[in-house]
């Protein structure tokens, strides 16, 4: 009997970096006590969130030595419904919280250390 074949789908995959010291693609003005952080979202046609999840950190790796960076080890991944195109959520993430709307994007995205980007 032929063995089915296994359906890909898509997923995007968020994984985590830290740098401690100034680099070209950062904030330029870091203490040295601090660090700083970037949350990358990739994309990938796998069979399973451990494949995707797998390819994810292969990259990421690669990536982080390429910057002279840390990959943190943290990586979440999102299942697409459908094949991405023009407006298609990349990634979701639900988290619990007693804070009300404006409280709770100072506490987790609109905390003053972030610094921003056009492009790469």
């Given at each position: ?15 985590v ?11 330029r003005?870091?203490?040295?006590q601090?660090?700083f ?27 982080a ?27 979701s993430l ?5 804070l ?21």
């Open positions: 009997m032929a063995k089915k074949p296994s359906t890909k789908s898509w997923y995007g995959v968020r994984c970096f830290a740098a401690a010291h100034d680099k070209p693609w950062g904030p003005d870091l203490q040295p601090e660090r952080y970037e949350e990358r979202v990739t994309l990938w046609h796998a069979k399973s969130f451990k494949k995707a999840i797998a390819l994810a950190e292969v990259e990421a790796r690669i990536y030595e390429n910057l002279e960076c840390e990959y943190t080890g943290l990586a979440q991944a999102f299942r697409f419904d459908d094949k991405p195109k023009q407006g298609t959520e990349v990634f639900l988290r619990r919280s007693t009300d709307a404006p409280e709770y994007l100072d506490h987790f995205f609109d905390t003053g250390a972030e610094v921003g980007r056009a492009s790469r």
